[in-house]
């Protein structure tokens, strides 16, 4: 993919500065902004003034570090390396109709804006629903919601992929290495990868499918619960109950249990089985990971690189009941406050 931000020669008869003809020798993902454009904040495309609908002012404490030595330096300034910068955006003419659509089903349906434990209201129902909206906007199809809960299966399976599709995305918070606030998208989404738009296409065929299916709670086969998180069933669309669950052999050394307990062959839920296959390996960075998931401080700029002592999958707890819910044999709350406070 190009991805360079080198300004090509205006042709005479085109306002914009580069080809959006992905054949083009002149065709550019990311172009500079020129005169008083803008990106939009939803799909980054390259926005005249006369196109704009407001402006948005995004904010980044730094960009993320990329190796051990920037790591070390950006632990002492909040997690970010270089200097905190902030990102005008606007919105375009098609994604300025996608807030206002947002904002009708917000209304329409006000109790549907939830997403895992929580409701939301007012503006910020506005902006779940948009992100939502936006990872429909990636697939290029149409999305019709008829009933509150299609709205809710909607941001259940796509508000937090929309969320990070976003051109702001790149922007907000820790900011991506290769965010710069002078560029654009030479089309809408054309930053996303054909990865990315593929994750986008099947987590609506997700959604599509579950509008129609019932979950059902899924129990593993021998086990009581998952030998990491202790879950003891999961709630799956019936036409993905087969892989909820999968056998794998490990060593609970390596996970909390007893020096020397021979390796085991045990149950893992879907969850802890994706994260060992991101992680590499059924120990304590995945442990850690998962617990800081669970106790809602995954993200927090205090659980960079962290190490954890002592936490212990479910499975070495020798608890015969399985948990209700991730960890729940830990003091979640209390790992969230050490995250928090910085005292880890
Ligand atoms: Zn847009
Ligand atoms: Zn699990």
Redesign the pocket.
């Known amino acids: 993919m190009t991805n360079t931000t080198t300004a090509a020669p205006a042709p005479k008869s085109a306002k914009r500065p580069y080809s959006t003809n992905r054949l083009s020798p002149r065709y550019r993902n990311i172009v500079p902004l020129t005169g008083d454009a803008l990106p939009?904040g939803?799909?980054?495309?390259w926005?005249p003034s006369a196109e704009q609908t407001g402006t948005e002012i995004v904010k980044a404490i730094g960009y993320s570090p990329r190796t051990s030595h920037e790591q070390i330096v950006a632990s002492r300034k909040g997690g970010a390396v270089g200097d905190p910068f902030e990102t005008r955006m606007t919105?375009?003419i098609?994604?300025a109709t996608l807030r206002t659509e947002a904002a009708q089903l917000a209304a329409q349906y006000p109790h549907a804006v939830v997403v895992g434990e929580f409701a939301y209201a007012g503006s910020t129902a506005v902006d779940v629903v948009e992100r939502a909206l936006a990872a429909v906007a990636v697939t290029g199809r149409n999305i019709s919601m008829r009933q509150p809960r299609d709205l809710k299966l909607a941001l259940e399976h796509l508000v937090t992929l929309g969320g990070s599709l976003r051109w702001q995305s790149r922007f907000e918070g820790l900011a991506d290495r290769d965010a710069r606030p002078d560029t654009a998208a030479a089309m809408?989404w054309s930053h996303l990868t054909e990865q990315q738009v593929g994750v986008a296409r099947r987590a609506f065929a997700g959604y599509l499918r579950a509008r129609t299916e019932r979950p059902v709670p899924v129990v593993p086969t021998e086990a009581a619960g998952c030998y990491i998180c202790g879950i003891g069933e999961v709630v799956a669309l019936p036409s993905q109950a087969i892989t909820t669950w999968h056998s794998v052999k490990l060593s609970p050394e390596r996970l909390g249990g007893k020096p020397g307990t021979p390796q085991t062959e045990t149950e893992v839920c879907s969850t802890c089985h994706a994260e060992h296959n991101a992680v590499g390996a059924w120990g304590p960075s995945l442990l850690d990971k998962l617990a800081l998931r669970a106790a809602g401080v995954e993200r927090h700029v205090g659980a960079y690189d962290v190490q954890l002592n002592g936490v212990k999958a479910w499975g070495t707890t020798g608890k015969k009941r399985a948990n209700r819910t991730p960890f729940e044999h830990m003091n979640l709350a209390q790992l969230a406050d050490d995250i928090r406070a910085g005292r880890l």
């Open positions: 939009c939803i799909c980054g495309q926005t919105r375009c098609t994604c809408p």
